[in-house]
C-alpha cells in the first residue's frame, strides 16, 4: 500500500526566507522517503536590518507579511497537510521580532518559532546526513548562514559535538565578526578535531551549493581545498556588479559568497582537511524531518 502526504518547512533566516514543500512517501514493508517537491527563496536579508539598527525595518516588516501570504497559499494549493516555521538568528535577536511573529500570524495566520542556535544545529542533524556519510570516517559538518553558523563534529555515525557561532555572511559583510569571535572558532574546531587521523568537511547552505554547481562535480563527489582556494581568489578578483554580469550570479548571492568562502575555508584549514563535501541539505531538510518523526511541534495548515 502507497500513502504519499505533504509536509512544509519554513526556514527564516538572516540572508533569505525558503518555504520547502516535500513529499512523505510511505509504502508497506519499505523505508519511508522523503522526496522534494518544492523549494521558493525570497531574498529578504532580514540580517541587514538587525545586525546594525537591532530592529526589523517597516519595509520589511510588510514584504515579510507579504511572503508569509504567498507561502499559505502555495501550501493550501499544494494540499499541505502539516508545517513548521523556524526563525533562526536575525529575527531572534531582533528588537521587534516578536512583535513582527505577532503581526504575521495575525495577517498571515503562519505561527513562527523563534529557535536558537543548538536547536538549528538539532534539527539539521536530523537531516538525511546518514545517506552521504561514510560510518568509517570523521567529519565537521558546517551549516553557513546569514547570521551564524553551526558546527558539528560526527564520528562512526554519530555526533560527538557541536556548536552554534554568531559568525555569518551577513555579519561579516556588514564588519561586524571581530578577531577573536574567529580565534574562538578555530580553538574550538582545533579541539574537536584533533584527536582524528583525517577529517572531512560537510558543507551545507545556498553558497556552497551554487559553488558545487558551478564545479561540475558529480553528486556524492568531494570539492578540494585547492579548488576552494582558487576559486575564492577568483571570486575577490571580479567586482560586486562582474559577478553578477560576468559570474551570472544573483545579486543576492553575489556578495555573501565571499565572506561564505572564508568560512568554509577557514574550517578546512583549521581541522586540517583536505576535501569538503556537499550533500546539499539544511535546516529545511531538518525541519520536515523533525515534524514527520513527531520530534518538534508542528501546524496543521
Not at 65 to 88: G, N
Not at 110 to 131: H, M
Not at 173 to 190: C, F, R, S
Request: aromatic share 8%; proline share 2%; net charge positive.
Amino acid at each position: 500500500m502507497l500513502t504519499i502526504k505533504k509536509y512544509a518547512a519554513i526556514d527564516i533566516g538572516s540572508n533569505a526566507v525558503r518555504l520547502l514543500i516535500s513529499n512523505i512517501i510511505e509504502e508497506t514493508g519499505k523505508p519511508v522517503k522523503f522526496k522534494k517537491n518544492s523549494l521558493v527563496r525570497v531574498p529578504i536579508r532580514l540580517g541587514a536590518d538587525v545586525f546594525i539598527n537591532k530592529k526589523i525595518s517597516d519595509e520589511n516588516k510588510e514584504r515579510m507579511v507579504d511572503t508569509m501570504l504567498a507561502f499559505k497559499l502555495l501550501m493550501k494549493s499544494h494540499k499541505v497537510e502539516k508545517y513548521k516555521a523556524c526563525a533562526t538568528s536575525a529575527m531572534r535577536e531582533s528588537k521587534n521580532g516578536k512583535a513582527v511573529v505577532e503581526l504575521i500570524r495575525k495577517n498571515a495566520g503562519i505561527n513562527i518559532d523563534l529557535i536558537n542556535g543548538e536547536v538549528e544545529a538539532e534539527i539539521i542533524a536530523a537531516t538525511d546526513l546518514n545517506k552521504f556519510i561514510d560510518p568509517n570516517k570523521t567529519y565537521l559538518y558546517v551549516d553557513v548562514g546569514g547570521g551564524s553558523t553551526e558546527f558539528s563534529v560526527i564520528c562512526n555515525g554519530e555526533k560527538r559535538a557541536s556548536k552554534s557561532f554568531k559568525i555569518g555572511t551577513v555579519r561579516i559583510l556588514n564588519d561586524m565578526v571581530k578577531d577573536n569571535a574567529w580565534e574562538k572558532l578555530e580553538k574550538w574546531i582545533a579541539k574537536h578535531t584533533a584527536g582524528y587521523d583525517k577529517v572531512y568537511v560537510l558543507g551545507s547552505g545556498g553558497n556552497i551549493n551554487k559553488i558545487f554547481k558551478v564545479s561540475g562535480k558529480a553528486l556524492g563527489k568531494p570539492l578540494t581545498y585547492f579548488y576552494l582556494t582558487n576559486y575564492y581568489k577568483l571570486l575577490q578578483s571580479y567586482t560586486y556588479e562582474e559577478r553578477i554580469t560576468e559570474l551570472e550570479l544573483n545579486q543576492d548571492r553575489a556578495d555573501v559568497i565571499i565572506p561564505a568562502m572564508k568560512i568554509y575555508l577557514s574550517a578546512m584549514k583549521w581541522s586540517k582537511s583536505k576535501h569538503i563535501y556537499v550533500p546539499k541539505i539544511g535546516l529545511a531538510d531538518g525541519i520536515i524531518k523533525s515534524i514527520y518523526y513527531d520530534t518538534v511541534s508542528s501546524n496543521t495548515q
